[in-house]
């Protein structure tokens, strides 16, 4: 449905092994050429799904009917909505962007001026060839990667390889900021080629004020402004640095 959840008449249980769009689909009418009309049902998710496995053969076009199967399901959201896990259906709605990398954890949150952490990257599928990561950090100013570039083949594309990403150091209380870790596919394998990912990471700022001793976190609050009355000023002052 349009709130995702699982319509009334959907089928149910182990056998199912995915939900699509099926309620209040756009579609062909009958009464001329050109008519249309809002209709439900299973033949209404199954040209979604269809239509993805299109999109994945497209650029993956040697991709057996498996591995065409075993991409939709991957790439599927997974346990978003409790109401589809019912009946002992899967918790997977259709999701048509796909991925060849798989990034564990797939976001990071970093102290600034603190340890790295280990981000794991392997290959969903096997690749009918080598292919090469190229691992970089586009704002050098915040963030840094301890190797430029890795490497899978057809034997070691699951085992996940290490990506130590570190913040960067500051003396400025500037708040917190993000930075993007880009990961860059290049094969001879087609489906594996010029395949594009991101990273997000969150740096948290922890510089303190060398003369009021505050962070970006734990603000020096005023608790009050110089009150002027009539042709009085009580006086006022404050350190704001």
């Given at each position: 449905?349009?709130?995702?959840?699982?319509?009334?008449?959907?089928?149910?249980?182990?056998?199912?092994?995915?939900?699509?769009?099926?309620?209040?689909?756009?579609?062909?009418?009958?009464?001329?050429?050109?008519?249309?009309?809002?209709?439900?049902?299973?033949?209404?998710?199954?040209?979604?799904?269809?239509?993805?496995?299109?999109?994945?053969?497209?650029?993956?076009?040697?991709?057996?009917?498996?591995?065409?199967?075993?991409?939709?399901?991957?790439?599927?959201?997974?346990?978003?909505?409790?109401?589809?896990?019912?009946?002992?259906?899967?918790?997977?709605?259709?999701?048509?962007?796909?991925a060849p990398l798989v990034?564990?954890?797939?976001?990071?949150?970093?102290?600034?001026?603190?340890?790295?952490?280990?981000?794991?990257?392997?290959?969903?599928?096997?690749?009918?060839?080598?292919?090469?990561?190229?691992?970089?950090?586009?704002?050098?100013?915040?963030?840094?990667?301890?190797?430029?570039?890795?490497?899978?083949?057809?034997?070691?594309?699951?085992?996940?390889?290490?990506?130590?990403?570190?913040?960067?150091?500051?003396?400025?209380?500037?708040?917190?900021?993000?930075?993007?870790?880009?990961?860059?596919?290049?094969?001879?394998?087609?489906?594996?080629?010029?395949?594009?990912?991101?990273?997000?990471?969150?740096?948290?700022?922890?510089?303190?004020?060398?003369?009021?001793?505050?962070?970006?976190?734990?603000?020096?609050?005023?608790?009050?402004?110089?009150?002027?009355?009539?042709?009085?000023?009580?006086?006022?002052?404050?350190?704001?640095?």
């Amino acid at each position: 449905t349009e709130s995702d959840a699982a319509s009334w008449f959907s089928n149910y249980g182990s056998c199912v092994d995915l939900f699509a769009p099926g309620s209040d689909v756009l579609s062909a009418g009958i009464s001329s050429d050109s008519s249309t009309a809002y209709m439900s049902g299973t033949s209404m998710a199954t040209p979604y799904v269809a239509g993805v496995a299109a999109l994945y053969l497209q650029s993956h076009p040697t991709a057996a009917p498996q591995r065409v199967t075993d991409a939709i399901l991957d790439a599927a959201t997974k346990d978003a909505h409790v109401s589809l896990s019912a009946n002992g259906s899967p918790n997977k709605l259709l999701y048509s962007l796909f991925a060849p990398l798989v990034l564990s954890p797939d976001s990071l949150e970093l102290t600034e001026g603190g340890a790295g952490s280990t981000v794991l990257v392997s290959l969903k599928i096997q690749p009918t060839t080598d292919v090469e990561v190229t691992v970089t950090v586009p704002d050098h100013t915040e963030g840094a990667v301890d190797v430029s570039s890795l490497t899978f083949t057809t034997s070691n594309w699951a085992i996940p390889q290490a990506v130590v990403v570190s913040p960067m150091d500051d003396p400025e209380i500037d708040g917190d900021a993000t930075f993007q870790v880009n990961f860059f596919l290049s094969s001879a394998d087609v489906s594996m080629h010029n395949v594009y990912l991101n990273m997000r990471v969150t740096t948290l700022d922890n510089d303190i004020c060398s003369s009021c001793g505050n962070t970006y976190a734990d603000p020096r609050v005023i608790s009050a402004l110089p009150i002027q009355h009539r042709s009085s000023t009580t006086p006022f002052s404050d350190n704001l640095n």
